[in-house]
């Protein structure tokens, strides 16, 4: 007799092997994590893993799935109640920098994550599915100071966010209020509004 699911637990369980293979990713380097290390981490089987995403590509691609768009509708949401172009900028700045160690985490699994598919398919396809949804927001925003340009502005804004992810995880002692600084200067500066 087949076993039933019921989709909103399966959905669940799905999630907190998600999240459990996301901080064993932090911690472990995309090169270096197992399933047997997320699986340790989940607190299940391998085989739980297997069943639930069909492989460790599968898994790890969920996870960047899933975090990805949880960043894309938070800040689209904080974009939405922003009631001023400033304060529109200034959502997009903090939900960019959230926290020190959030921040961290997620920007050190995204560019650990890139790396690896610059030689994986399957991979930059969930990368490139990423950059469009973030070309969304970018326009939104460069769209602040014009439809003529705006390609361009966006471009130049995702630039500035991602170089100022880079610098933030190689720094030691991140100042997370300068790096908010930074990047809301670097906007209004490719907005034309400095």
């Excluded at 998600?18 to 989940?42: D, F, K, P, W």
Aim: aromatic fraction near 8%.
């Amino acid at each position: 007799m087949a076993r039933t699911v019921n989709p909103i637990q399966d959905r669940a369980r799905r999630s907190a092997l998600e999240q459990a293979a996301y901080l064993a990713l932090y911690e472990r380097g995309y090169a270096g994590v197992t399933l047997a290390n997320i699986a340790e981490h989940a607190g299940v089987s391998r085989g739980t893993l297997v069943y639930h995403f069909g492989s460790r590509a599968g898994l790890l691609s969920a996870v960047m799935r899933r975090f990805t768009r949880t960043i894309t509708v938070a800040t689209r949401r904080a974009l939405r109640l922003a009631d001023t172009p400033d304060a529109k900028l200034r959502a997009f700045v903090d939900n960019q920098f959230y926290g020190v160690q959030n921040t961290r985490r997620f920007y050190t699994v995204s560019l650990d994550f890139l790396a690896a598919a610059t030689r994986d398919p399957e991979l930059m396809a969930v990368q490139r599915d990423f950059l469009r949804q973030t070309l969304d927001l970018d326009l939104e925003l460069a769209r602040l100071a014009g439809e003529d340009g705006a390609q361009t502005r966006a471009r130049q804004l995702r630039a500035l966010v991602e170089g100022l992810s880079v610098r933030f995880l190689a720094d030691a002692a991140p100042d997370l209020a300068a790096y908010r600084a930074d990047c809301l200067g670097g906007l209004r500066a490719i907005l034309g509004w400095d």
